[in-house]
């Protein structure tokens, strides 16, 4: 059975920082690139940073240089560090697996992430 859980949302004042987790099971880790994705009420999900298999990663404009993504193979657990935070950073963060062919989707439930003072 697939299984991605997601931790460490909250509420966090502007400028502070959290570190979600995402700790898989049920599918080859290694063989999936692994994503964080974000939704804020009245919008569309979107990507915020992406890891692939090899280590290489992508991340959405808005927080280069504030988000950090990082995988554990060994864990096969995928973390986003998350400092500066914005009040527009505001979302329900979901962790995601992809397939390298992209034929195949995981997700997680999702997380809530509140930034406010």
């Known amino acids: 059975q697939v299984q991605l859980v997601e931790s460490g949302g909250g509420l966090v004042q502007p400028g502070g920082s959290l570190r979600l987790s995402c700790v898989t099971s049920?599918?080859?880790?290694?063989?999936?690139?692994m994503g964080w994705f974000r939704q804020a009420p009245g919008k569309e999900r979107e990507l915020v940073a992406r890891?692939?298999?090899?280590?290489?990663?992508i991340y959405a404009d808005s927080v280069k240089g504030r988000f950090t993504i990082s995988r554990d193979g060994a864990k096969n657990t995928v973390s986003l560090q998350m400092n500066s935070l914005l009040a527009d950073d505001t979302a329900v963060y979901s962790c995601?697996?992809?397939?390298?062919?992209?034929?195949?989707?995981?997700w997680g439930q999702g997380t809530q992430v509140t930034v406010s003072s």
């Open positions: 995601n697996a992809r397939h390298r062919s992209g034929a195949v989707n995981y």
């Open positions: 049920g599918f080859a880790f290694g063989s999936y690139d």
């Open positions: 890891i692939s298999a090899a280590g290489f990663a």
